[in-house]
Every structure is written in structure tokens, then in C-alpha cells.
């Protein structure tokens, strides 16, 4: 998977597959966390961690 990112002065910016991964995990996440992983300002790794709650 290449991630790609783009360097401003408000720090880094998401692309192409990153951006879209990022979204995937928004959309099917219910409860957890979604971690963005960057070397010298470029996303190199997506975590996400998924909860399941009961009640």
C-alpha cells in the first residue's frame, strides 16, 4: 500500500490510499480508534482498534 503525504505548515496532509483507508475505518468503525502512524512527516501505518461493547 503506498501512502503519500503532502508537508504545510499546519503539518502533514493525507492521499490517495491513505485518505481513503482513513474513511473506510471512520465509516464501518463503531467504538475504537483509528491511529495515524508518520516518519519525517509521511503516513506510513494505519492502526485501527475496534471495541466491542455489551450491554
Same mark, same amino acid.
Given at each position: 500500500?503506498? $501512502?503519500? !503525504?503532502?508537508?504545510?505548515?499546519?503539518?502533514?496532509? *493525507?492521499? =490517495?490510499?491513505? $485518505?481513503?483507508?482513513?474513511?473506510?475505518? $471512520?465509516? !464501518? *468503525?463503531?467504538? =475504537?480508534?483509528?491511529? *495515524?502512524? $508518520?516518519?519525517? =512527516?509521511?503516513?506510513?501505518?494505519?492502526?485501527?482498534?475496534?471495541?466491542?461493547?455489551?450491554?
Amino acid at each position: 500500500m503506498a $501512502l503519500t !503525504t503532502e508537508t504545510s505548515h499546519s503539518g502533514p496532509r *493525507l492521499h =490517495g490510499e491513505a $485518505l481513503k483507508a482513513v474513511e473506510r475505518a $471512520l465509516e !464501518t *468503525l463503531r467504538f =475504537g480508534s483509528v491511529q *495515524l502512524v $508518520l516518519h519525517e =512527516g509521511r503516513v506510513v501505518q494505519i492502526e485501527v482498534t475496534e471495541r466491542q461493547r455489551f450491554t
